[in-house]
């Protein structure tokens, strides 16, 4: 089974709506996992990434780290059919231009979608795919987790 690290903007209506839809539809042979980049610090190489507008980063079980638009994209790989071929075509479009929009997304999300004061967690049904800490990430994506990021205590 494929796994992936997912780190999203916990505060961001936009990328709670994301999360959601990424859960509802991944394929069974897939397993995202989640944690709010609010709970999460960064090496510097990480942190240059983040300042630029990088709302979701993708950690996979190779210890692959993807931002922006291949982040995104990449998610939606794992999840059904349709989505993955729309995934797989917009990978094709220059990462120039897939940057270019995804980084409008990203300056303006906070005023087209809304944010919250605090980070919303998933109900009981989704919660395992949610870490509180290292122990509760399978072990490949905690080897990968524990070399770039660590818990913001």
Known sequence: MKKNLI????????C?????FVLKNTRREHENYFIPLQYVNFNSFINEKV????????????????FHSDASLRV????KLIYSYFAFISLLIPKIFRNFIYNIIG???YHI????????LP?????????LKENDMPD??????VKNFSWNK
């Open 16 to 20: 709670e709506g994301w999360v959601k």
């Open 123 to 131: 109900d009981q049904k989704f919660s395992k795919y949610f870490p």
């Open 76 to 79: 939606m790989l794992s999840l």
């Open 7 to 14: 780190i999203y903007d916990g505060i961001c209506l936009f």
């Open 140 to 145: 490949t994506i905690r080897q990968e987790f």
């Open 107 to 109: 300056k303006y999300r």
């Open 51 to 66: 300042k630029s507008n990088a709302s979701i980063i993708l950690l996979d079980d190779k210890g692959n780290l993807y």
């Open 113 to 120: 979608w809304g944010k919250r004061n605090y980070c919303k």
